[in-house]
């Protein structure tokens, strides 16, 4: 038996491990992931978060806040982003926050948006719903990125700054020409900065051509007076922009404001700026009454308007009925056409807010409009003045309104006038003796242009102190003379304060109690709680001092009643966006703030060290140059990068 010769060969190792492969069980699926996996993070040890399994782990943990409503979610992102939520029909520069930086605020809108698919859709319908383009940070962060935006090259280590502004306003336009059935559709509110709407108007006519639901724009000056070279941008905001709710027309667009009669251009204005119009106010009036859904008019430098706009025509329409007049160096309306205007009962509900400044209605007439302005609450009258108060001429009724909340009372002397005449104290006495005869009961500011006009309402007789009673000594002739400022008539003293003085009686005389009142002088007393805002000859030099009212034991009130009154009232603003009523008060720029003390009782003013705005209306956060710093008990979450800015900022 033979055997045939055996080869002995050595397996490769090939072989071997398909063998043993075969014979093993193949690993899962989730196993090959768990490989993959832990060889990831063994070579990318610092991202080794991104494989976190996120969506597991919520599944196993209750989140309430990931089911929020909508309407919840876009609540609390507003505070994320205030200016979002921005719908005043003001420029990108007046509407700036004071305390915050818009750019890091719409950053972490953006970051909030990504957390999961709920939060994006409220995120970005909050994000497009108020546009506003910035050209720097309004923080620190603005030191860094400034450095790393310029082109710097071989020949240039300085490097060219990059228009930033400009950049954003493209990228705007490119994501929402890519997306404009869903995108463009949201934005409702569109601001930019000057120098960028001046520029860049083929960029701007190219991103308002998808926002079909636009209803305010900031647009270059040129279009409103009809600039040929701004033509085009303003054929695009007429056919792209319907619904628009502002529009501005200034001298020598007189044809397209007259357009405005034919109904078909913007018929949803409810904010109409007229400058230096030379049109005819018969034609006006056909334009106004056009404007079903107008609010506020604001007409500067219209000589042509006269009382007969106002005045009932059988031929023409009526003047519409607003909510807010602004009138500005219109010197041929007088106080008899805003009587024969406001006399109707359609525009005694209507009428809010009037702003009078270098027209025809004199101070003294000022009593015949409040009296037909039942629902007035902000009135401004600024005039300069060169004659005396007419106090002699005859009996002046005060001023009487039962809703005004906030009065604007600047008088000044007109510069051809002599700075010794003093003829601007009878116009205040006026005032004071209005304030004093209670026909303001609801008044909660003013704002005069005198500095000595507290010292006025303080140089008064003091309250005697409740345990006297009865037995008080009747108020000496030097204080009224005082008040008076050598105008008899006008004192406060009169009955109704308006007349002659009432009759002394000496300390003895058993008649002096039943002339007098029993707890002070009570023609003299205010009777509501009152803020003074003071300003001089210099704009930027102004002040606030609230006023208290005497209470009912003749004494003064010791500061915890009413004491947080003057943070609810605010300076005069405008609703519409028309910042003439504001103009000049703004919250900070060196004010001073005090306070009435007189519980031993003699009158003087004490400083406020730490309150936080002069006005009610001021955003929370800034304070009044000058004044300490104090902690806020309500404060807004701090999304912008760094600390908060000085008052001296030079980007405000």
């Known amino acids: 038996m033979k055997f045939g010769a055996m080869k002995f060969f050595r397996r490769s190792k090939k072989s071997l491990s398909s063998s043993s492969s075969s014979s093993q069980p193949k690993p899962s699926k989730s196993a090959q992931d768990d490989q993959e996996r832990d060889r990831y993070r063994l070579y990318n040890p610092h991202q080794q978060n991104d494989y976190h399994n996120y969506a597991a782990e919520r599944a196993g943990v209750f989140a309430p806040w990931l089911e929020l409503p909508a309407p919840i979610l876009e609540r609390v992102f507003s505070f994320v982003c205030p200016h979002c939520s921005d719908e005043s029909y003001e420029t990108c520069e007046q509407s700036a926050l004071v305390d915050a930086c818009m750019l890091c605020d719409v950053r972490d809108l953006s970051h909030a948006g990504q957390v999961c698919k709920r939060w994006r859709r409220s995120a970005i319908k909050l994000m497009y719903h108020s546009i506003r383009i910035d050209s720097v940070h309004y923080c620190e962060r603005e030191i860094d990125l400034s450095e790393k935006r310029k082109r710097r090259s071989r020949f240039d280590r300085n490097g060219v700054p990059e228009d930033t502004a400009s950049a954003r306003l493209h990228l705007l336009c490119r994501s929402l020409r890519e997306d404009p059935t869903r995108l463009g559709k949201l934005v409702e509110y569109f601001k930019t900065p000057y120098m960028l709407r001046e520029s860049s108007t083929s960029a701007l006519a190219r991103t308002i051509a998808v926002l079909p639901n636009l209803r305010y724009v900031d647009l270059p000056e040129g279009l409103y007076s009809d600039d040929p070279a701004y033509h085009t941008l303003k054929l695009e905001v007429q056919a792209r922009c319907p619904n628009l709710r502002k529009m501005t027309y200034a001298g020598g667009s007189e044809r397209s404001l007259e357009a405005l009669s034919r109904g078909n251009v913007w018929p949803n204005l409810e904010v109409l700026e007229l400058a230096r119009i030379n049109m005819d106010p018969a034609m006006l009036r056909h334009v106004l009454a056009a404007l079903r859904r107008l609010r506020a008019l604001k007409a500067s430098d219209c000589r042509v308007l006269d009382d007969d706009v106002f005045r009932y025509n059988d031929v023409l329409p009526p003047f519409p009925a607003l909510e807010e007049v602004v009138l500005i160096d219109t010197p041929r309306i007088t106080s008899d056409g805003l009587a024969a205007y406001l006399s109707r009962e359609e525009t005694q509900k209507q009428v809010k807010v009037l702003s009078l400044t270098n027209t025809g209605v004199q101070p003294w007439t000022l009593h015949g409009v409040l009296a037909h302005t039942p629902n007035l609450t902000t009135l401004s009258i600024i005039e300069q003045v060169d004659s005396a108060f007419p106090a002699h001429s005859g009996p002046i009724p005060p001023l009487v309104n039962w809703s005004l909340q906030t009065l604007r009372f600047e008088i000044t002397a007109s510069p051809s006038t002599s700075p010794y005449a003093s003829i601007t104290g009878g116009y205040y006495n006026y005032l004071a003796s209005s304030l004093f005869a209670g026909g303001l009961p609801r008044l909660a500011a003013v704002y005069v242009r005198d500095q000595n006009f507290p010292d006025m309402l303080l140089g008064l007789p003091p309250p005697m102190p409740g345990f006297v009673g009865g037995q008080q000594r009747p108020s000496s002739s030097s204080s009224a003379n005082m008040f008076n400022m050598g105008s008899g008539s006008l004192s406060p003293l009169s009955p109704g304060g308006f007349g002659n ?58 500061g915890g009643r009413s004491h947080n009154r003057s943070s609810t009232v605010g300076r005069p603003l405008s609703s519409y966006g028309l910042a003439d009523i504001g103009t000049g008060w703004q919250t900070g720029g060196g004010a001073r703030k005090s306070t009435m003390v007189q519980g031993s009782g003699m009158g003087g003013f004490l400083s406020v060290p730490g309150e936080t705005s002069v006005g009610g209306q001021g955003r929370r956060g800034s304070s009044a140059s000058g004044s300490g710093a104090k902690e806020d008990l309500w404060p807004r979450p701090s999304s912008s990068y760094g600390a908060k800015k000085g008052d001296r900022d030079l980007w405000r």
């Open 501 to 558: 003085a009432p009759p002394r009686f000496s300390s003895n005389n058993p008649f002096a109690a039943a002339v007098n009142p029993s707890h002070g002088p009570g023609m003299l007393n205010l009777n509501q709680t009152l803020e003074v805002f003071t300003k001089g000859e210099d704009d930027l030099d102004w002040g606030s001092i609230r006023m208290d009212p005497f209470d009912a034991h003749g004494g003064a009130s010791k």
